[in-house]
């Protein structure tokens, strides 16, 4: 039986510390808590940084707000030529920043997976 390095790739969680505690819970051994303070943006970049750097982490699920807050070295990232780690926007508590969430993912899986996923 032969073992895809997909197969063993791990997800990365970048958020506050209600979703990363509910990812630890879900198994996810990867997550950064940022701490809303004024180095917050420092804090988002350096994690940003050590997940993109590992090349164990496939995917990395960050805040939309902490995305915005990097938001120069996530366009970095996801116009480099590299296919992983994908990077995944979420909602936080306060809510999304996108009016169709629908159509931001069937968007996002389009880009990524270059076919539609229907929600």
Known sequence: MSTSPLRNMEIAVIGDP???????????R???????????DESI???LKECMSDPEVGVV????EF?????????????SKSILPVIVQVPSKR???HPDVVA???????DYLGFDIEL
């Open 61 to 64: 699920v960050i805040l939309e």
């Open 104 to 110: 931001y993912y069937k968007q996002f899986s389009r």
């Open 45 to 47: 970049h350096q994690a």
């Open 18 to 28: 209600e979703l990363v505690s509910a990812m630890r819970l879900a198994g996810l």
């Open 95 to 97: 809510g999304t920043r």
């Open 67 to 79: 995305a915005e807050m990097a938001s120069g070295a996530v366009g970095k990232y996801r116009q």
């Open 30 to 40: 990867k997550t950064y808590t940022i701490h809303e303070e004024r180095h917050a």
